[in-house]
């Protein structure tokens, strides 16, 4: 197999971050805090309406609910603007000779950068409030996987935009159905045992609910969930990337 | 050795007859056949280019020359057909691509020298050159929105200049650019075919693609031409003429004489395509003449660009009798002083027997040269050195 990516394309998916960086953040006085400002107002909401309003009995649950939203608002930003890294870079791709993918790797590591920089939000809250144990560390693992999880959906994603202008609202809503079905808001104990099964088809649960196992409860997930995971975030990225480069000569000529 | 051979190739593109750019226009029309149709650019095309050779392609608008260019760059995929390519091609096609016009001149090097091939060492040693042949100094970090458009043409350049690669492609680099810019670019070209790297230069700038491409491809719709520059631009800008003498054409081609080249060149003898009035010019002819002739004619006729004919001289009339040639050779015309004004100007160049009769090889207007003023206010074509005298009052 030849190798994912040569020094080259580092190189340019180096690049490619480092601006893409700086045209998110350089144009506002407040920059990197208004990234900040979408999953704390969510935050914000849904804790008064869950915790005060209905007196929703989880455990820490600020902390319970803001892990739950970074990681959920990262998969949604990162495949939202993951798709359309390949048409808004439409002058680079008819006009530049270089590997397709690089362009959908260096979107979603921006997003991946911004999932960091809130997470040192939560991290903060974490240790102001309850404190973090050495199982924190794990969180290197699920960020990595998570990662190629979403990079798999979004090679998809970002090549179907190129034949389906409407695919985007299309993916809002199934974002937003998501976002319901996925344990962010809830705890999975009042879900009937019987749909477990269902919900931990979906990664992104299983990734929220591991984080919180390692940030919130301290304890490690079974070794046996943990390989069910990779293997779906592999199998996931493996999938998604295969499909990308089957098709990546199209691109160019159909964008 | 060849760099690029190209076998067989053709490349065609489907256009549906209506398009279907969403999931709910596809969903309603699933079971709806789709028309479309092919259009076929170019098929069957066959040439190669060796190393270090300059290569010119033309064709008018929409022939495909820029989709020739994208498919050696490996952007494009052909339909059929291959290209073998030994060697590195930079993967550019044109200036300036990617260029955010949100962050600085500086940050802009970085990215679109990544996107180039180089990297950020070598970016960084090669900074003080990329910014004295722009000549942005000061600028650095100035937004790419507030640059000019020649600035930034400049910084575009002078970061594809530094790109480490064999074959360089070049779709329309001088249109844009003021007088100097494209002398700098002139420059570049020079450097290159010194180092001996091979360049396809796509343009509609004849002259350019005369002055610097040994050989040219002309695509236009399911047919191509690969030969001598000169020639190729002939059949380019006389398509008709050419249809007509057409076996005149063929006689030309197993001629005994054949002009190779024809340049303009300046008194210190170097090829240059822009003249001042007042300037000297030097028609610098090359022939290969397969045998032994005696008495051959050459002429030379300068048209302006309308179809003007404004003078035919030959060696004949010249009284510049040559009393034989054989092999290779190259034969000056020179122009003191010329009193041509500002415009383009199209030469044809000829050799004939001594009857002037049948001619050896005739290639009708293919050579151009402009030139510019030397001051305002000058009308007409010419400017006859002349005076004024003022012989008595009334």
């Given at each position: ?17 480092k ?9 506002s006085y407040l ?13 914000g909401?849904i ?13 820490n649950?600020?902390?319970?609910l803001?892990l739950?939203?970074?990681?959920w608002?990262y998969?949604?930003?990162a495949t939202?603007?993951g ?6 870079r439409r ?5 530049i ?11 979603t ?21 309850q404190?973090i ?14 990662y ?11 090549y179907?935009?190129i ?12 974002l937003?159905?998501?976002?319901w ?7 999975l ?5 019987i ?29 046996k ?23 990546e ?7 | ?10 490349k ?8 279907r750019?969403?999931l709910k ?12 149709e092919?259009?076929?650019l170019?098929e069957?095309?066959?040439f ?18 820029s989709?020739l ?11 059929t057909g291959?290209?073998v ?15 955010q ?27 003080p050159a990329i910014?004295e042949f ?9 937004k ?6 020649g ?19 070049c ?9 100097k ?17 091979t360049?396809?230069l ?8 005369q ?9 236009e ?11 190729v631009i ?10 007509g ?5 063929q006689d ?10 024809a340049?303009?060149?300046n ?6 395509s822009?003249f001042e ?8 002819i ?7 002739i ?9 048209y302006?660009e ?21 092999g290779n ?8 002083a ?5 415009g383009?100007?199209?030469l ?10 049948y001619?050896?090889?005739?290639l009708?207007?293919c ?10 206010n ?6 006859f050195?002349?005076s ?7």
């Amino acid at each position: 197999m030849k190798r994912l990516l040569g020094k080259q394309d580092l190189q340019i998916i180096k690049e490619l971050v480092k601006s893409e960086f700086k045209l998110r953040y350089q144009n506002s006085y407040l920059g990197y805090l208004w990234t900040l400002f979408k999953p704390l107002m969510l935050f914000g909401v849904i804790y008064i309406v869950f915790s005060i309003f209905m007196r929703s009995a989880i455990p820490n649950y600020p902390t319970y609910l803001l892990l739950g939203i970074i990681i959920w608002n990262y998969f949604s930003e990162a495949t939202l603007i993951g798709m359309n890294s390949l048409i808004s870079r439409r002058d680079l791709i008819t006009k530049i000779y270089f590997n397709r993918a690089i362009l959908v790797i260096a979107s979603t590591l921006s997003s991946l950068i911004t999932m960091f920089l809130n997470l040192a939000v939560f991290i903060a809250l974490l240790i102001a409030t309850q404190g973090i144990g050495p199982e924190a560390f794990l969180f290197i693992l699920y960020a990595i996987l998570l990662y190629l999880f979403t990079t798999g959906i979004t090679f998809i994603l970002a090549y179907l935009y190129i034949y389906f202008h409407d695919l985007q609202h299309i993916w809002e809503v199934l974002l937003q159905i998501g976002f319901w079905l996925t344990p962010i808001i809830y705890s999975l104990s009042i879900v009937p045992e019987i749909y477990h099964r269902y919900i931990f088809l979906n990664p992104l649960a299983r990734f929220i609910e591991y984080s919180r196992d390692i940030f919130i409860s301290h304890h490690l997930p079974e070794l046996k969930l943990n390989l069910v995971l990779i293997l779906m975030s592999f199998l996931t990225f493996i999938v998604g990337y295969k499909l990308f480069k089957s098709q990546e000569h199209t691109i160019a000529e159909k964008i | 050795m060849s760099q690029i051979i190209v076998k067989n190739l053709g490349k065609s593109f489907i256009i549906p007859h209506e398009r279907r750019n969403t999931l709910k226009e596809s969903l309603l029309s699933a079971f709806k056949k789709n028309d479309y149709e092919h259009y076929q650019l170019f098929e069957n095309l066959n040439f190669e280019i060796k190393k270090g050779e300059f290569f010119g392609i033309i064709g008018s608008n929409g022939s495909g020359k820029s989709t020739l260019l994208k498919i050696i760059a490996g952007i494009l995929k052909p339909n059929t057909g291959e290209i073998v390519i030994n060697g590195k091609v930079a993967p550019f096609l044109e200036l300036g691509i990617g260029f955010q016009q949100e962050l600085t001149a500086r940050e802009n090097i970085y990215i679109n020298g990544a996107l180039l091939g180089l990297s950020q060492k070598q970016i960084h040693q090669k900074m003080p050159a990329i910014l004295e042949f722009a000549e942005i100094g000061h600028f650095l970090d100035l937004k790419i929105k507030n640059f000019s458009s020649g600035m930034r043409s400049r910084l575009a350049f002078a970061i594809a200049t530094q790109a480490e690669a064999d074959i360089y492609l070049c779709d329309e680099v001088l249109a844009v650019g003021d007088e100097k810019f494209q002398k700098k670019c002139l420059e570049v070209f020079k450097k290159w075919k010194s180092e001996g790297k091979t360049i396809i230069l796509v343009s509609h700038a004849l002259d350019l693609i005369q002055q610097f491409c040994s050989r040219s491809l002309l695509i236009e719709k399911n047919s191509y031409l690969v030969g001598e520059s000169a020639i190729v631009i002939n059949r380019y800008l006389n398509p008709s003429q050419l249809v007509g003498n057409k076996n005149l054409i063929q006689d030309y081609q197993n001629a005994t004489v054949k002009i190779t080249s024809a340049l303009t060149l300046n008194r210190d003898f170097e090829p240059q395509s822009v003249f001042e009035t007042g300037e000297d010019i030097i028609f610098s002819i090359k022939y290969n003449s397969s045998q032994l002739i005696n008495n051959p004619v050459f002429g030379l006729a300068i048209y302006h660009e309308d179809g003007t004919h404004i003078t035919g001289p030959n060696t004949k009339t010249s009284n510049f009798p040559i009393e034989s040639i054989h092999g290779n050779g190259r034969i000056d015309c020179r122009l003191p002083a010329n009193i041509l004004l500002a415009g383009r100007y199209l030469l044809t160049v000829s050799c004939f027997d001594y009857s002037c009769a049948y001619p050896f090889d005739y290639l009708d207007k293919c050579f151009s040269f402009t030139i510019i003023p030397n001051r305002v206010n000058q009308y007409g074509l010419v400017e006859f050195n002349l005076s004024w005298e003022i012989n008595g009052y009334d």
